[in-house]
């Protein structure tokens, strides 16, 4: 399986999906950035599955516009509730976050030059639609993969999304600050397992989960590791 995103991810998603018998459907990106670098869900695209591209970053929308024009995009910020939230970027077009925590984590010095003395900081402005929203104007058969990578705002992601009504098949969910290994999943991950879920996988940067009801054999949910 050739891999277009940072971990793995993709090949972890597609391992999941053959194991569920899913050879094409539909996936919801949030935090989609650029269409093809470091995507979790290219790799899915090219094998036929559609779906939903979220994404805040002007740029990214010419950009999936010409390179993924089957995919539906939506150039806003997934979260609680509708409103206009500042977006915080760093000096690399792939990192973007609505998240203080993040913020204040990416200011600080890092190992090898990573931090406010090698990277400048941005911002800007970009509506703000709960994942309810979208749901209920597109109204996709199913969704079998559901990615986030918000860089620390996954948890205001969850607080818009309904996961009693909207069942994805497979989550993907980033779970540590961004170079690092510190767990940044505590507001979000006891509401994905209480909504019937079951992790199946941590790659060292995002935890997979599979519903309950799809999934043919579910195993003792993993303690997180943090």
């Known amino acids: 399986m050739k891999s277009y995103s940072q971990h793995k991810e993709d090949v972890v998603a597609q391992e999941i999906l053959a194991k569920l018998n899913v050879e094409n459907g539909f996936y919801i990106d949030v935090g989609a950035s650029h ?7 290219y790799a899915l695209y090219e094998r036929g599955f559609r779906g939903i591209c979220i994404e805040p970053q002007p ?3 010419i950009q999936h516009r010409e390179l993924r024009p089957l995919d539906i995009f939506i150039p806003v910020l997934a979260g609680a509730e509708f409103g206009i939230q500042t977006l915080h970027l760093l000096h690399a077009e792939q990192l973007a976050t609505a998240s203080a925590a993040t913020l204040e984590w990416w200011s600080m010095p890092k190992p090898g030059g990573v931090g406010p003395h090698s990277h400048s900081m941005g911002r800007m402005e970009a509506p703000c639609v709960p994942l309810n929203a979208v749901m209920e104007k597109y109204r996709l058969p199913a969704i079998h993969f559901l990615s986030l990578d918000v860089e620390g705002f996954e948890g205001e992601v969850f607080k818009g999304f309904d996961l009693a009504k909207y069942r994805p098949w497979i989550i993907c969910a980033e779970a540590v600050l961004p170079w690092s290994s510190i767990r940044n999943d505590a507001n979000w991950y006891q509401y994905v397992i209480g909504s019937g879920y079951t992790e199946v996988h941590f790659d060292g940067y995002n935890r997979f989960f599979v519903a309950n009801e799809f999934n043919p054999r579910p195993a003792q949910n993993s303690v997180p590791s943090g």
Do not use: E, K, L, V
């Open 35 to 41: 269409p093809i670098n470091d995507s979790t869900t």
């Open 59 to 61: 740029h990214h929308a």
